[in-house]
Nanobody
Framework: VQLQASGGGLVQAGGSLRLSCAAS????????MGWFRQAPGKERDFVAG????????FYADSVQGRFTISRDNAKNTVYLQLNSLKPEDTAVYYCAAGSTNYVYSALRQQYAYDSWGQGTQVTVSS
């Protein structure tokens, strides 16, 4: 599956953005989906995920209550709504699709995801 992330930009602290991850080649409804982010000089970290079965969602503690992941199977697209943004949210955001073979506890790890989008830059000014 090929993934195309979009929706990043420059926003002031407290503002909002909605990131999109459009898929082609395969239907996203049969994948676990995740969003990760990488700030300059730092490792890529898990942000949010949504399971293929049931659509349950899970988040990093740092974004819980501020970010929301969702999927629209009809549009073959996954979204990440970013609210109450903080300067520390500044990073390149990546969407990823993973096999359903992995157990729930693995879904916060990069190795559970096989296909990655190109990333979209989110910059939050103070």
């Amino acid at each position: 599956v090929q993934l195309q992330a979009s929706g990043g930009g420059l926003v002031q602290a407290g503002g909002s953005l909605r990131l999109s991850c459009a898929a082609s080649g395969r239907t996203l409804s049969t994948y676990n989906m995740g969003w990760f982010r990488q700030a300059p000089g730092k490792e890529r970290d898990f942000v949010a995920g949504i399971r293929w079965r049931g659509g349950s969602t899970f988040y990093a503690d740092s974004v819980q209550g501020r970010f929301t992941i969702s999927r629209d199977n009809a549009k073959n697209t996954v979204y990440l709504q970013l609210n109450s943004l903080k300067p520390e949210d500044t990073a390149v955001y990546y969407c990823a699709a993973g096999s359903t073979n992995y157990v729930y506890s693995a879904l916060r790890q990069q190795y559970a995801y096989d296909s990655w989008g190109q990333g979209t830059q989110v910059t939050v000014s103070s």
